[in-house]
């Protein structure tokens, strides 16, 4: 999507502000040119109103910016306001606008209600999806709202983590076709909690390893095998109401049509794997590497066959038949973060699951792994879990509404 | 170009290395699929031979992986056996095969020949650039064919360069519309140069901040400026031969047709840019935000006039007028690196520039920015220079052989 032209609407659009701009700032006058809410928004924009947010069930876009932030305001008003500020935000830029009604600029002597990059580009897909930590939860009277699923995950066998890239209060994952679109939009909302939530980490993902398209070519991580091929697909209405979407029996009212995110910074050691055999590849995964068929199969949608399996192969491990049944909807993005001080690639998987309850969902998968061979060249170094609030439903509605409800 | 379809040849091609694969592993035969040089090149490859390297004057692609190299050997005839691998591979990455002349597997007891997350992607305009930096001449017995115009740079005013992100004996830029396409570029040549060289930094480029297709929107960077307007185009042959392509005149024979590059990241503080006036932005650029179009003008294409601009304003400090007629061709990329440790996201501009001659190019252009308002917002942290070799002209030539003739 980030070579397509920009449509002729919204070159009409952005020329328009543009020219109109220039004159303004030619002629020293203030007003600044308006693209109004009213303006249809370009067809590559994902709705962002709806009963589950956006960004879970979406098919999956290329591109990835997550960021984790921390509170820093204690007062609870501050805090809902910012929401509500970022709610406004999140439905204009998803929608292809920039950040602020009178355009991006404002007035000449105030900063500009948007950062600018993103002017002129695509709506790209982009959605946003908030989600709160469990530290949320001990601050501000909201102890008593924490829901059950929302547990503190235990240590894994073979877990590094870094504190610096792990938690944080709450989380907002930016998926776009276009990078500067995701980035633009986390940095301007980072801009927008200024002195209210401080960015804790964050996580730009370059390469999307699964797929909820079921037609579409499954795409491969940086092992180079293809995965998430078995993955839950945004149109498979009965297993996301099974395994991803909460409802009303499952936990406290505010989470209905929410979820919960487990993510993990998975670092890989792809120099040592990369003078690993072919065939000790594939017999760790379980799959071939070219087609990506299960063992003994010979295409990639073909069932697998766990038992013709090692049964410390990957795809063995981690299937729903050897975790009774527990299947996570994947959105998974790879990496690379420069190099260490080794000379080796930052490399390997930002892994983000989706799922109805951790304590059904990642918990038991994880912990089934531990004897996974492919545990030799990787390596969790980051890790977190958010609640994932119901959608926004409407334009009167706001991220958190439902649980913040009572200061409305 | 992220999101176009493969072409038919090539999902033909790679379906069919597929299903033979699939088909092997299940009979644990050990034949891999063959993808053979004699099919034709998808249309999105960029031809590898010419007189110059493809990536300075190619039309700029959306996305960089650039690594810089320290060598480990100490033996020429290794070294440059290396030099000739890379070639064979990047002469493959390029045309969009697989490393490896056998497909992407080799035999199923050895390593890969290819890592493979590339496979079923197209070639993305994929171009593979090579470097030497000064300090390759200190070795090999190369000291004599350094040319007198690889310089090392000068400090400059505000230089804050960290030396993990500075210098190295040689460098590839990896530009391709896929990022994953030029990651697994880098990380394949980094594999076969194992034990040989060692990658000393890397760089990862989401987002083109120039554009060398006049005729194309002009890219903006992370200060959501317009960047790069009067760039040199990749069709200017009369500016590329003035300003950037080496001649027999300007240098050791062995550089004719190459060039000099310089790359810097520079650190934006883009927190407190955002907390500055639309007008102060603009005054620090000498344009407008909207439109792009210099002080006093309407259109983002108007020639500026400088002397309607503050003395301090960028656009005025770096035009060719006020530098001696220097002129630099542009090929930056945004980039974000997480987070610092204060909560700001690591967030910038990675400068490439292709000259003629850094004496007459880089250099005094950057001199005469040290009076520039901008740099309260940014900071140069990384620098590196490197002597860009001519093109690779047919398939028995190779990457640098013109320097290391004598032994080839």
Same mark, same amino acid.
């Given at each position: 999507?980030?070579?397509?032209?920009?449509?002729?609407?919204?070159?009409?659009?952005?020329?328009?502000?543009?020219?109109?701009?220039?004159?303004?700032?030619?002629?020293?006058?203030?007003?600044?040119? /308006?693209?109004?809410?009213?303006?249809?928004?370009?067809?590559?924009?994902?709705?962002?109103?709806?009963?589950? +947010?956006?960004?879970?069930?979406?098919?999956?876009?290329?591109?990835?910016?997550?960021?984790?932030?921390?509170?820093?305001?204690?007062?609870?008003?501050?805090?809902?306001?910012?929401?509500?500020?970022?709610?406004?935000?999140?439905?204009?830029?998803?929608? &292809?606008?920039?950040?602020?009604?009178?355009?991006?600029?404002?007035?000449?002597?105030?900063?500009?209600?948007?950062?600018?990059?993103?002017?002129?580009? +695509?709506?790209? @897909?982009?959605?946003?999806?908030?989600?709160?930590?469990?530290?949320?939860?001990?601050?501000?009277?909201?102890?008593?709202?924490?829901?059950?699923?929302?547990?503190?995950?235990?240590?894994?066998?073979?877990?590094?983590?870094? /504190?610096?890239?792990?938690?944080?209060?709450?989380?907002?994952?930016?998926?776009?076709?276009?990078? +500067?679109?995701?980035?633009?939009?986390?940095?301007?909302?980072?801009?927008?909690?200024?002195?209210?939530?401080?960015?804790?980490?964050?996580?730009?993902?370059?390469?999307?390893?699964?797929?909820?398209?079921?037609?579409?070519?499954?795409?491969?991580?940086?092992?180079?095998?293809? =995965?998430?091929?078995?993955?839950?697909?945004?149109?498979?209405?009965? /297993?996301?109401?099974?395994?991803?979407?909460?409802?009303?029996?499952?936990?406290?009212?505010?989470?209905?049509?929410?979820?919960?995110?487990? $993510? /993990?910074?998975?670092?890989?050691?792809?120099?040592?794997?990369?003078?690993?055999?072919?065939?000790?590849?594939?017999?760790?995964?379980?799959?071939?590497?070219?087609?990506?068929?299960?063992?003994?199969?010979?295409?990639?949608?073909?069932?697998?066959?766990?038992?013709?399996?090692?049964?410390?192969?990957?795809?063995?491990? $981690?299937?729903?038949?050897?975790?009774?049944?527990?299947?996570?909807?994947?959105?998974?993005?790879?990496?690379? =973060?420069?190099?260490?001080?080794?000379?080796?690639?930052?490399? &390997?998987?930002?892994?983000? $699951?989706?799922?109805?309850?951790?304590?059904?969902?990642?918990?038991?998968?994880? @912990?089934?792994?531990?004897?996974?061979?492919?545990?030799?060249?990787? +390596?969790?170094?980051?890790?977190?879990?958010? $609640?994932?609030?119901?959608?926004?439903?409407?334009?009167?509605?706001?991220?958190?509404?439902?649980?913040?409800?009572?200061?409305?």
């Amino acid at each position: 999507m980030t070579s397509e032209s920009p449509s002729r609407r919204a070159l009409i659009g952005w020329g328009g502000a543009g020219l109109a701009l220039g004159a303004a700032a030619a002629g020293g006058a203030v007003a600044m040119a /308006r693209t109004g809410d009213d303006t249809p928004a370009p067809t590559t924009a994902i709705p962002f109103h709806g009963a589950h +947010q956006a960004g879970i069930a979406t098919p999956v876009q290329d591109r990835l910016h997550f960021a984790s932030f921390d509170v820093q305001t204690e007062d609870r008003a501050e805090f809902v306001r910012m929401l509500k500020d970022w709610t406004a935000a999140a439905r204009r830029m998803t929608a &292809g606008h920039p950040v602020g009604e009178g355009g991006f600029g404002g007035l000449p002597e105030a900063p500009p209600d948007d950062t600018g990059e993103a002017l002129g580009l +695509q709506p790209s @897909r982009l959605t946003l999806t908030i989600g709160f930590g469990p530290s949320l939860f001990e601050k501000f009277g909201l102890a008593d709202a924490r829901p059950e699923a929302l547990v503190d995950l235990p240590k894994f066998a073979g877990d590094n983590l870094d /504190r610096n890239r792990s938690g944080g209060d709450l989380c907002v994952q930016a998926c776009a076709d276009d990078p +500067q679109v995701a980035v633009h939009a986390i940095r301007n909302l980072a801009r927008i909690g200024f002195g209210k939530v401080v960015i804790r980490w964050s996580q730009l993902g370059f390469g999307k390893t699964s797929s909820t398209t079921p037609e579409a070519q499954t795409p491969r991580n940086l092992m180079g095998f293809k =995965d998430g091929t078995r993955n839950i697909a945004g149109t498979e209405t009965d /297993r996301l109401k099974k395994f991803v979407w909460v409802d009303g029996k499952d936990g406290p009212d505010w989470m209905a049509g929410g979820s919960y995110l487990v $993510a /993990r910074r998975i670092r890989m050691h792809i120099e040592t794997w990369d003078r690993t055999s072919l065939q000790e590849q594939e017999d760790i995964f379980g799959r071939d590497k070219g087609e990506g068929a299960p063992v003994g199969k010979a295409k990639e949608r073909d069932e697998p066959f766990l038992k013709a399996m090692l049964p410390t192969a990957h795809v063995r491990l $981690a299937h729903p038949d050897s975790n009774d049944g527990a299947t996570l909807l994947r959105r998974g993005y790879s990496f690379t =973060d420069g190099t260490d001080g080794l000379g080796r690639l930052d490399a &390997g998987l930002f892994f983000l $699951a989706y799922q109805k309850d951790v304590r059904r969902g990642f918990i038991p998968v994880q @912990r089934n792994l531990a004897t996974d061979t492919l545990n030799e060249y990787i +390596q969790h170094v980051g890790s977190a879990v958010y $609640a994932i609030p119901p959608g926004v439903r409407d334009k009167d509605d706001w991220w958190g509404r439902a649980l913040f409800a009572g200061e409305a």
